[in-house]
């Protein structure tokens, strides 16, 4: 959690700094990027949680999603992260919902912090990459992971935390 607190301390600044700035889009980059990259971590956090799962209160985890995680191979990438979660809808979204698929997007650009884009995802130029839409997307992706976990899958037998 000290790791999470200390990107979260960051994105306050990079937000301050953009404020400051004039929304400078040249911040979409590294905001974009680190917010991803906490919610990865935090997916798998969560998917950690189910796997050592044992006699705890895991509120409104069923035995079939264990057994569904427990079959399958540990992994940090987003890239199966992504699946995962949604094969089991554990971000308790409608059908409808694009979250998913606005994760998988997000995923892919923020993979373009290597800069030279070696899959020639289009557009090829970053700076129509990291858009304010991507960089709002990401926000958005954001407060529906955290409100899913802290809301439908609260640590520790604590209270929700209202997002």
Known sequence: ???????????EVLYAAKKVNS?????????IILIMSIIECTLYDFISRILQY??????????TIISYFRSSSE??????????????NLLRVPPADSIYTDLERLRKVRNRVHIQN???????DEHDVFTEMELIRAQQCFAKVYDALCNVYPRW???????
């Open 1 to 11: 959690m000290d790791n999470v607190n200390y990107n979260f301390e960051i994105l």
């Open 23 to 31: 929304n400078d889009p040249l911040f979409n980059k590294p905001l």
């Open 54 to 63: 044992s006699s705890d209160s895991f509120p409104n985890i069923t035995q």
């Open 75 to 88: 992994t940090d990438e987003l890239k199966v992260l992504i699946p995962k979660i949604q094969s089991q």
């Open 118 to 124: 070696k899959y020639f995802m289009k557009p090829p």
């Open 157 to 163: 037998k604590n209270q929700t935390i209202p997002m």
